[in-house]
């Protein structure tokens, strides 16, 4: 089995940075990891995704150039670094893994991390 423990979050002014880390137990160097977010009231988005190798990444549109998604498989762990924070990015993100998943389609994640909140002060 497969456990996901994300950290990092915190209170951060408008265009301040964060850097999120999930943690992994259980093998997950042959799986894709993706970065979720959920604020109150709003349905659960897709904000960045990596395969196994870190040759292939999708963000989506609002934190492009932003956001950058990378894995360090040595340490089990994949990292979002969040650069230019705006108070649209506060949610609580997650960490997802499958081995082999539809990007931006929720369901087709198995294994899911706790979230950690990341809040944005104007």
């Known amino acids: 089995q497969v456990q996901l423990a994300e950290s990092g979050g915190g209170l951060v002014q408008v265009g301040g940075s964060l850097r999120l880390s999930c943690a992994a137990s259980?093998?997950?160097?042959?799986?894709?990891l993706g970065w979720w977010r959920q604020a109150p009231g709003k349905e659960r988005e897709f904000v960045a995704g990596?395969?196994?190798?870190?040759?292939?990444?999708r963000y989506t549109d609002s934190v492009k150039g932003r956001f950058t998604i990378s894995r360090d498989n040595t340490k089990n762990t994949v990292y979002l670094r969040m650069n230019n924070l705006k108070p649209e990015d506060t949610a609580v993100y997650y960490c997802?893994?499958?081995?082999?998943?539809?990007?931006?389609?929720?369901?087709?994640?198995?294994?899911w991390g706790q979230g950690t909140q990341v809040t944005v002060s104007s």
């Open positions: 259980g093998r997950i160097s042959e799986h894709y």
């Open positions: 990596i395969n196994w190798n870190g040759n292939r990444l």
């Open positions: 997802a893994t499958d081995l082999a998943p539809t990007w931006v389609v929720s369901t087709t994640y198995r294994y």
